[in-house]
């Protein structure tokens, strides 16, 4: 029997969740019979199931021209009129409001009924535009989607012109970063060009705006009315903005986080700290350890609830600012932190058109990942140190955020980050974690469990998201961060075209680490810390990252691999296993008295630092038996809601700007 002859037996037998479940299987399948479908979609809908999976069947049936009237009818019934009388009182307040608003020169607004594009409501948060003429429905849209789509900003030599902005989100945007012309004495409206007269009043229905109108910082110019742009403010309209005293940038004007992710360690954020910092539109500090950043901000808070001028280490304007500030967030102390910084303004144009960004690289000693299998035998990914950071009210308390992440080839940052531990055990003086236990964890393990480049696109701090190679960064620079800037909203400025870190050009982010744009960083190949078996379980259970980021095989062989496989390399790791046993040798036993029988015992006399290691190295060798039984199930996990997480997009580059051929 096939799914719909099912179905309909269900429906007779009256078992209405075996029919759903049928029925609903027969939309998903595809193709087939469009009555069928027909079929399927009026029984979900009339008989409570997933209202949006019917809704999508009579849009597509709608469109391939099957049972026109029967769909339109039924879609504007069941989901059109019972929301008409909202998206008329929104439109006709949108009109009102316009109707009063200088910098709109067109006032002829059609009339409700006339409106060319319907808006179909699809759920709380977004519609199916419907267009009258062509008769077609398009795509779902989201007017408060939180993302930004395009460069605004690439040109702040001119006041901001953009067209066919039909997004809440990116028109509140615009307002809240775009400064007034009175506070930056020279005309500086967000000009809105809108090419098409009826579609500009058709979105009327959907969009909210009294936030653009009540500061009058936009115009909106129509069709032809482009050719007005700029308009002299002092000729048209008897404004001279430039009699009017410059405001300096405050703390509550800063709305834009960019957030530079630390994928793992020893990707290369120092690099990308460094190209951006001293740029123009951000207020910009070097990777700062989270915890550190919190202690700041209570040491802050405190010093400005209490008034302690002495405590507060910030120039007095940044200071006066909180002080005169009430309902104080977290978030306000945050860019107090980085306005009070000299070397987080350093480069900062102070009369932009538009306020800064902060750039924030919130920076931990180690990210770690566990892995949970749900009843469903479904693998949860799990970062503790993820966690606190999305409960972080100072990034939170952001409306608008960027998000970035560089990558580095998974076999190049494990070699660096095994030389680094190693490094950190042999001296532990001066380390963050100074007088604690200074050893060298399983890294390898940590490495392929830490897939944070796959990513909830739901969760706010990823829905704009964007991954980029530091191959490419260091290969191809102009191309990349053109591109980068373009994503996060910059302008590529030129203090992106050479490194620096307050006012030094070309740092040593770590002793012995290259400086500037040299590619020797690509090219390191760290055999002293990694063995060849070690890379080729890297890339085998990296093997969907490599292939998805563009990156070729070089150790892993495209070969099937087995159990036997798998185990065959858990016997080859002598590189990680003897840095791991090593830094307990010789961390773990100084100044240490271990009794044996209530007698002290010489180590020198008793291989008990041997067995103890032993116990530790087995420790090691059942954790990642462990690891690789959730591996081998598949590249395949899942959030805290049970939904499949998504790769983070990835930077594209524009072919003609490249200098090399792309890394692979």
Same mark, same amino acid.
């Given at each position: 029997?096939?799914?719909?002859?099912?179905?309909?037996?269900?429906?007779?037998?009256?078992?209405?969740?075996?029919?759903?479940? +049928?029925?609903?299987?027969?939309?998903?399948?595809?193709?087939?019979?469009?009555?069928?479908?027909?079929?399927?979609?009026?029984?979900?809908?009339?008989?409570?199931?997933? !209202?949006?999976?019917?809704?999508?069947?009579?849009?597509?049936?709608?469109?391939?021209?099957?049972?026109?009237?029967?769909?339109?009818?039924?879609?504007?019934?069941?989901?059109?009129?019972?929301? %008409?009388?909202?998206?008329?009182?929104?439109?006709?307040? $949108?009109?009102?409001?316009?109707?009063?608003?200088?910098?709109?020169?067109?006032?002829?607004?059609?009339? =409700?009924?006339?409106?060319?594009?319907?808006?179909?409501?699809?759920?709380? $948060?977004?519609?199916?535009?419907?267009?009258?003429?062509?008769?077609?429905?398009?795509?779902?849209?989201?007017?408060?989607?939180?993302?930004?789509?395009? #460069?605004?900003?690439?040109?702040?030599?001119?006041?901001?012109?953009?067209?066919?902005?039909?997004?809440?989100?990116?028109?509140?945007?615009?307002?809240?970063? %775009?400064?007034?012309?009175?506070?930056?004495?020279? *005309?500086?409206?967000?000009?809105?060009?809108?090419?098409?007269?009826?579609?500009?009043?058709?979105?009327?229905?959907?969009?909210?705006?009294?936030?653009?109108?009540?500061?009058?910082?936009?115009?909106?110019?129509?069709?032809?009315?482009?050719?007005?742009?700029?308009?002299?403010?002092?000729?048209?309209?008897?404004?001279? !903005?430039?009699?009017?005293?410059?405001?300096?940038?405050?703390?509550?004007?800063? #709305?834009?986080?960019?957030?530079?992710?630390?994928?793992?360690?020893?990707?290369?954020?120092?690099?990308?700290?460094?190209?951006?910092?001293?740029?123009?539109?951000?207020?910009?500090?070097?990777?700062?350890?989270?915890?550190?950043?919190?202690?700041?901000?209570?040491?802050?808070?405190?010093?400005?609830? $209490?008034?302690?001028?002495?405590?507060?280490?910030?120039?007095?304007?940044?200071?006066?600012?909180?002080?005169?500030?009430?309902?104080?967030?977290?978030?306000?102390?945050?860019?107090?932190?980085?306005?009070?910084?000299?070397?987080?303004?350093?480069?900062?144009?102070?009369?932009?058109?538009?306020?800064?960004?902060? =750039?924030?690289?919130?920076?931990? /000693? @180690?990210?770690?990942?566990?892995?949970?299998?749900?009843?469903?035998?479904? %693998?949860?990914?799990?970062?503790?140190?993820?966690?606190?950071?999305?409960?972080?009210?100072?990034?939170?308390?952001?409306?608008?955020?960027?998000?970035?992440?560089?990558?580095?080839?998974?076999?190049?940052? /494990?070699? +660096?980050?095994?030389?680094?531990?190693?490094?950190?055990?042999?001296?532990?003086?001066?380390?963050?974690?100074?007088?604690?236990?200074?050893?060298?964890?399983?890294?390898?393990?940590?490495?392929?469990?830490?897939?944070?480049?796959?990513?909830?696109?739901?969760?706010?701090?990823?829905?704009?998201?964007?991954?980029?190679? =530091?191959?490419?960064?260091?290969?191809?620079?102009?191309?990349?961060?053109?591109?980068?800037?373009?994503?996060?909203?910059?302008?590529?400025?030129?203090?992106?075209?050479?490194?620096?870190? $307050?006012?030094?050009?070309?740092?040593?982010?770590? *002793?012995?680490?290259?400086?500037?744009?040299?590619?020797? +960083?690509?090219?390191?190949?760290?055999?002293?810390?990694?063995?060849?078996? *070690?890379?080729?379980?890297?890339?085998?259970?990296?093997?969907?990252?490599?292939?998805?980021?563009?990156?070729?095989?070089?150790?892993?062989?495209?070969?099937?691999?087995?159990?036997?496989?798998?185990?065959?390399?858990?016997?080859?790791?002598?590189?990680?296993?003897?840095?791991?046993?090593?830094?307990?040798?010789?961390?773990?036993?100084?100044?240490?008295?271990?009794?044996?029988?209530?007698?002290?015992?010489?180590?020198?006399?008793?291989?008990? +630092?041997?067995?103890?290691?032993?116990?530790?190295?087995?420790?090691?060798?059942?954790?990642? *038996?462990? %690891?690789?039984?959730?591996?081998?199930?598949?590249? #395949?996990?899942? @959030?805290?809601?049970?939904?499949?997480? /998504?790769?983070?997009?990835?930077?594209?580059?524009?072919?003609?700007?490249?200098?090399?051929?792309? !890394?692979?």
């Amino acid at each position: 029997m096939t799914a719909i002859e099912i179905a309909r037996r269900l429906a007779e037998l009256e078992n209405t969740a075996g029919a759903l479940r +049928a029925y609903r299987l027969v939309l998903q399948e595809g193709g087939g019979d469009p009555a069928g479908k027909l079929e399927a979609a009026a029984y979900l809908l009339q008989n409570g199931g997933d !209202y949006r999976t019917a809704y999508t069947a009579f849009v597509e049936l709608y469109n391939s021209g099957f049972a026109k009237e029967d769909c339109l009818e039924l879609l504007t019934q069941v989901f059109y009129q019972p929301n %008409v009388k909202l998206l008329k009182t929104r439109y006709e307040k $949108n009109c009102r409001r316009l109707a009063k608003y200088p910098y709109l020169f067109r006032k002829d607004f059609l009339a =409700f009924e006339e409106l060319p594009v319907r808006f179909y409501p699809f759920d709380d $948060n977004g519609y199916v535009p419907f267009c009258r003429e062509k008769e077609h429905f398009g795509d779902y849209v989201k007017p408060r989607t939180e993302i930004i789509s395009r #460069n605004f900003f690439h040109d702040l030599e001119n006041p901001i012109l953009a067209k066919d902005v039909f997004s809440q989100y990116e028109l509140e945007y615009l307002n809240d970063n %775009v400064r007034k012309s009175e506070w930056v004495a020279r *005309e500086n409206h967000i000009y809105l060009h809108y090419s098409n007269w009826g579609e500009f009043c058709s979105w009327l229905q959907v969009l909210n705006l009294r936030p653009l109108t009540e500061e009058k910082k936009v115009v909106f110019l129509i069709e032809d009315e482009l050719a007005l742009y700029p308009i002299d403010f002092k000729e048209r309209f008897g404004i001279d !903005y430039s009699q009017y005293p410059f405001k300096p940038i405050g703390i509550r004007e800063i #709305n834009r986080l960019i957030w530079h992710t630390q994928l793992s360690s020893h990707n290369g954020g120092d690099f990308f700290n460094e190209v951006f910092d001293a740029h123009p539109n951000l207020i910009c500090l070097p990777s700062l350890i989270l915890d550190g950043v919190e202690a700041g901000i209570a040491d802050l808070r405190e010093s400005i609830e $209490n008034w302690e001028p002495s405590l507060v280490e910030l120039r007095t304007a940044v200071a006066e600012e909180l002080l005169n500030m009430t309902d104080r967030t977290d978030k306000d102390y945050l860019i107090g932190l980085f306005m009070g910084s000299g070397i987080g303004t350093t480069g900062l144009d102070h009369r932009s058109r538009i306020a800064p960004a902060v =750039f924030f690289q919130p920076h931990f /000693h @180690n990210i770690v990942y566990d892995m949970k299998v749900n009843n469903k035998d479904q %693998v949860e990914l799990y970062s503790p140190q993820y966690e606190h950071l999305c409960a972080s009210q100072m990034v939170q308390g952001f409306k608008y955020i960027k998000t970035f992440t560089p990558m580095r080839r998974f076999t190049t940052s /494990h070699g +660096a980050t095994v030389k680094y531990m190693y490094q950190a055990a042999q001296d532990r003086e001066g380390h963050p974690e100074e007088g604690k236990l200074v050893v060298v964890n399983d890294a390898l393990m940590q490495r392929v469990m830490n897939r944070s480049f796959m990513v909830d696109w739901q969760d706010r701090l990823y829905m704009d998201s964007v991954l980029v190679r =530091f191959e490419d960064a260091k290969l191809n620079p102009k191309a990349t961060f053109t591109a980068l800037a373009a994503f996060l909203d910059l302008p590529y400025a030129e203090s992106m075209t050479y490194c620096s870190l $307050n006012g030094e050009i070309d740092p040593e982010s770590l *002793e012995g680490n290259v400086r500037g744009f040299d590619t020797e +960083a690509v090219y390191r190949a760290y055999d002293e810390y990694v063995n060849d078996a *070690e890379r080729y379980f890297i890339e085998y259970f990296l093997r969907d990252a490599y292939e998805y980021y563009g990156y070729g095989f070089k150790w892993y062989d495209g070969a099937p691999v087995d159990e036997g496989k798998i185990r065959d390399l858990l016997g080859k790791f002598e590189r990680m296993d003897y840095y791991i046993r090593k830094s307990w040798e010789m961390n773990t036993f100084e100044n240490v008295k271990i009794t044996r029988d209530g007698e002290v015992v010489d180590l020198g006399d008793v291989d008990i +630092a041997k067995e103890i290691c032993d116990g530790r190295m087995e420790g090691v060798r059942e954790n990642r *038996e462990h %690891v690789v039984s959730y591996l081998l199930r598949g590249l #395949n996990f899942i @959030n805290k809601k049970g939904q499949p997480l /998504h790769m983070m997009p990835k930077l594209e580059l524009d072919p003609a700007l490249l200098e090399r051929p792309l !890394y692979h």
